[in-house]
């Protein structure tokens, strides 16, 4: 690097980088299939939401570009990593099955038991399945489980998703473009007939470049939570991405912490001072609720005071609300609701907006809006939250 790195990096230097790195420090013209190279995989297990992550990154874009580009092959969904679907590049779903769902896999046996079924069940169910999708076939969901039980696997009836589920995570078939709100399945083989091929040293290494360069500055137990590998795994990958990795010293709640960002994204954000520059745009973003940018870090204070995790996600139930996002600090969540020409959208603010934020709400809700081709309208919840307000000394960006 052509400058020295900080020795420590304070949580709003860790704020905005992690903005740089999420592509939510400004929004650009791009593609979902450029969107989904940078990151490596995005959740998606809820479509909504997964499509409105690529919305939020990518000026101009609308949800039936995101349609276009899973028709196309642009982009992927499928269970690569920790049993959960995600959109993936189509070229490295194959790799990338091979190395993270090894253990996916391994749990799967033990599911298997409480359900009843055999290991032979479910290969023989895949390879009905494979047989009915040959040549280019696509079948919904239900056309799946019909196939499966016409081919002689009966318990699909009653445990379709397992068996689905299953016959992707082993590579056999992957999630098909939408036929209208019906969910379709294809070969994976068929769908991408020329897959990127990595060993598993190259692997680990591609998956901790992605991860650091699309969330960084991370830490190693991140990367592991991540991608569901071994801390050994994780660690074995940020070893063999050091060229294009630094790691550094990042302030935390629990004093200083190793995380990794990569040499680029640090040197890019550098001043003449040697230090992550502060002076840009604050931009406020509405989020999905299953966005990375919450997902994709084990230790969210960065971004969100711990005081209102429970009204990100009530009850630690998976169930993550979409949030409103200004400087990098989660500052409340929202709601939408699609009418036939348009959309409304329901803020529900930890506290008062700063007035630099409510200037930002109405271009994020208007950039919603024109995703869904309707005007959007913005309200907010009734009174204000009885809760405690950001603290300015914890979040000094915002300017409460």
């Known amino acids: ?37 940078w990151f490596g995989a995005m959740q998606a297990q809820d479509l909504n939401s997964g499509h409105w992550s690529f919305g939020a990154r990518c000026d101009g874009l609308t949800d039936a570009d995101v349609h276009a580009a899973t028709e196309n092959r642009e982009i992927l969904r499928t269970w690569p990593m920790r049993g959960t679907v995600h959109f993936v590049p189509p070229a490295d779903a194959r790799w990338m099955l091979e190395v993270t769902g090894a253990r996916a896999l391994r749990g799967a046996a033990r599911r298997r038991e409480f359900l009843g079924l055999s290991e032979t069940t479910v290969d023989r169910a895949a390879d009905v399945l494979g047989s009915a999708l040959a040549g280019g076939r696509r079948l919904t969901r239900a056309e799946c489980i019909a196939a499966l039980v016409d081919g002689g696997v009966p318990e699909a009836a009653d445990h379709g998703y397992h068996f689905l589920w299953y016959i992707s995570q082993i590579g056999v078939t992957c999630i098909g473009p939408q036929v209208g709100k019906e969910q379709t399945f294809v070969l994976l083989d068929e769908w991408v007939p020329k897959p990127r091929q990595l060993d598993r040293d ?161 271009a994020a809700a208007e950039r919603y809006g024109q995703f869904h081709g309707r005007d959007a309208r913005v309200s907010l919840s009734t009174g204000w939250p009885l809760r405690p307000h950001l603290h300015p000394a914890k979040f000094p960006q915002l300017g409460c």
């Open 202 to 362: 190259e692997a680990l290494a591609e998956l901790a470049v992605r991860f650091v360069r699309s969330h960084g500055p991370v830490t190693r137990h991140d990367l592991a939570r991540w991608t569901g590998l071994t801390m050994t795994d994780a660690k074995a990958g940020l070893a063999a991405a050091s060229d294009v990795l630094t790691e550094v010293d990042c302030a935390t709640s629990d004093g200083p912490t190793a995380m990794w960002v990569t040499d680029d994204a640090l040197e890019a954000a550098l001043d003449v001072d040697g230090r992550p520059g502060l002076d840009d745009p604050e931009p406020v973003v509405l989020l999905p609720g299953f966005d990375e940018y919450m997902l994709g870090y084990g230790d969210r204070s960065a971004m969100l005071d711990p005081a209102f995790n429970q009204r990100i996600c009530p009850g630690n139930n998976g169930m993550f609300k979409p949030t409103i996002v200004g400087g990098g600090t989660v500052l409340g969540t929202w709601k939408r609701t699609v009418k036939t020409s348009t959309v409304d959208i329901d803020l529900d603010p930890f506290a008062p907006l700063p007035s630099a934020v409510r200037g930002g709400i109405d």
């Open 1 to 37: 690097m052509s400058q020295r790195a900080p020795s420590q990096l304070s949580p709003t230097e860790v704020l905005r980088l992690r903005l740089a790195a999420q592509l939510l420090d400004a929004i650009r013209p791009r593609s979902p299939g450029e969107v989904v190279t």
